[in-house]
């Protein structure tokens, strides 16, 4: 009797979990929904103040992308690793060592002696901490957050991450078997935005995809459609590509998913669309963000996750020097629009993102 009474109490506050949702009341007056969250408000502040420096810069970004490395780590048919697990730390000395995983390295040096000084798990700090640094970019959404991970038990093997020289098919598929569709997959890709590469092309390190890295906006789609001049690098490095500015880097697999006809069309539609953009990256990420975990045991955050800033322009614009001519149009059913309009002045270089 007394566990049929407990399923049924489950089963009521499940339909009507917003109405009898406990309050907790956290020690600086925050008022949660679990008290669980309280402790994260400390582990909120310290990444923004002691770890990104209050910037959508380096670290930032870096917690942004391993995220994706971590949670990738998971196919839904099994045998590839528990997903968003945090087990790229705690099995460092195996995955980091994956080519894809390269740089990687860096960031795991931060979040790791923080993870343990604030007692939390590794996928904890990585997935609620990629929730945080999004909140510093300007444009960003708010990603539903939770935190509860327990410990990694398994590491990832190698090649579930994807490489900028991998055929967009294998691209595709790679993602498909963890769950995502083509349109996930480009959702994800705004990421990109708030991205620059070391790895790839050394010789031009910290060099950014699009001219604005330190904003979550659709510009990383739209440059991405321009066309390119060669790229000055020493050419040793594959997955590299041709760069419409001087300074931007291009990875190939985004020039070839921008300009692929399974993916071109939501490509073009979110250079179009910084509000969908923002919406359909917040659904990927937070569905990455869960792969291989139990939801129902996890609690939900997302609360204390702060708003970011707007992005500086609420559209795409054509840099200094480019308009509509410059677009290589790549979706078969929608020619791109004559509404962006061109930034004043001359091409200038785009800035390399700063280290931290
Ligand atoms: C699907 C195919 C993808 C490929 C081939 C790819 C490849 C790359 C490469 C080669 C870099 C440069 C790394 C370096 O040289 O330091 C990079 C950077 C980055 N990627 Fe991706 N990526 C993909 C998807 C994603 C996804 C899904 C996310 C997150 C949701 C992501 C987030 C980032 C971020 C934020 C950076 C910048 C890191 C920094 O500036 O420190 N990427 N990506």
Not at 246 to 258: H, N, W
């Given at each position: 009797?007394?566990?049929?009474?407990?399923?049924?109490?489950?089963?009521?506050?499940?339909?009507?979990?917003?109405?009898?949702?406990?309050?907790?009341?956290?020690?600086?007056?925050?008022?949660?929904?679990?008290?669980?969250?309280?402790?994260?408000?400390?582990?909120?502040?310290?990444?923004?103040?002691?770890?990104?420096?209050?910037?959508?810069?380096?670290?930032?970004?870096?917690?942004?992308?391993?995220?994706?490395?971590?949670?990738?780590?998971?196919s839904t048919s099994g045998g590839k690793g528990n997903g968003a697990d945090g087990s790229i730390i705690a099995f460092?000395?195996?995955?980091?060592?994956?080519?894809?995983?390269?740089?990687?390295?860096?960031?795991?040096?931060?979040?790791?002696?923080?993870?343990?000084?604030?007692?939390?798990?590794?996928?904890?700090?990585?997935?609620?901490?990629?929730?945080?640094a999004l909140s510093l970019c300007p444009g960003a959404p708010v990603v539903q957050t939770f935190i509860g991970r327990g410990n990694a038990t398994v590491a990832a093997p190698d090649g579930t991450v994807p490489d900028p020289f991998n055929p967009v098919t294998q691209i595709l598929s790679r993602m498909a078997e963890a769950g995502f569709s083509s349109d996930e997959v480009v959702a994800l890709l705004a990421s990109h935005s708030i991205a620059a590469q070391d790895q790839v092309e050394p010789a031009i390190a910290r060099s950014p995809f699009d001219s604005t890295p330190a904003a979550f906006d659709s510009q990383v789609f739209l440059e991405t459609l321009l066309k390119g001049t060669a790229f000055p690098g020493d050419g040793a490095h594959?997955?590299?590509?041709?760069?419409?500015?001087?300074?931007?880097?291009?990875?190939?697999?985004?020039?070839?998913?921008?300009?692929?006809?399974?993916?071109?069309?939501?490509?073009?539609?979110?250079?179009?669309?910084?509000?969908?953009?923002?919406?359909?990256?917040?659904?990927a990420m937070a569905k990455m963000s869960l792969l291989g975990q139990s939801k129902p045991s996890l609690v939900d955050c997302t609360e204390i996750i702060p708003k970011a800033a707007a992005a500086p322009l609420s559209k795409a614009f054509f840099p200094a020097g480019k308009t509509l001519a410059d677009i290589e149009q790549s979706c078969a059913t929608q020619t791109f629009p004559s509404t962006l309009s061109t930034q004043a002045g001359t091409t200038t270089s785009v800035a390399p993102v700063p280290e931290q």
């Open positions: 009797m007394l566990s049929v009474a407990l399923v049924s109490l489950a089963a009521a506050s499940t339909a009507y979990g917003a109405a009898l949702a406990p309050r907790a009341t956290c020690s600086d007056g925050t008022v949660v929904s679990n008290a669980q969250c309280c402790n994260f408000i400390a582990v909120r502040d310290d990444l923004i103040n002691d770890i990104f420096e209050g910037q959508c810069g380096e670290f930032a970004h870096s917690t942004v992308r391993i995220a994706f490395h971590d949670a990738i780590g998971f460092g000395t195996t995955e980091l060592g994956f080519a894809a995983n390269a740089g990687i390295d860096e960031i795991v040096e931060e979040l790791q002696p923080f993870a343990d000084a604030h007692g939390i798990s590794y996928g904890d700090v990585i997935h609620f901490g990629s929730s945080v594959q997955g590299e590509s041709e760069s419409p500015l001087p300074g931007e880097f291009r990875l190939e697999s985004d020039d070839a998913i921008a300009r692929d006809s399974r993916t071109a069309c939501t490509w073009q539609a979110l250079a179009l669309d910084q509000a969908l953009m923002a919406n359909k990256f917040a659904a």
